[in-house]
């Protein structure tokens, strides 16, 4: 799996975006059961044709500025986020991308 930039340079924790909520305790803290679904966007590759990629954000508030406040999402360590993918389809990860 590729990265537009550098995992090894991304925070301890990454927030990506999920197709939908994630069931959470009262305190906020989600309960992970089971398997989510990540958001993986087509996007064209350098080579031609198109690769899903995976998104994640550095911090929250930079998915809610890319993507919105009610856009669902899990914190997941950047040193597991491949291996979470694993399996998923994600050709490569895209690090805070802008909004268009």
Do not use: H, Y
Not at 11 to 37: A, Q, Y
Not at 41 to 65: H, I, R
Not at 84 to 90: D, T
């Amino acid at each position: 799996m590729n990265s537009a930039q550098s995992l090894a340079e991304a925070p301890e924790v990454l927030v990506v975006p999920t197709m939908s909520d994630v069931p959470r305790d009262d305190d906020g803290t989600p309960r992970l059961e089971g398997t989510v679904d990540v958001m993986l966007v087509p996007l064209e590759a350098e080579s031609g044709g198109t690769q899903l990629v995976a998104l994640a954000f550095s911090t929250v508030v930079g998915l809610v500025e890319a993507m919105g406040e009610e856009q669902p999402w899990v914190a997941i360590p950047a040193d597991k986020l491949e291996e979470v993918l694993e399996g998923s389809g994600a050709q490569a990860v895209l690090l805070d991308p802008q909004p268009a």
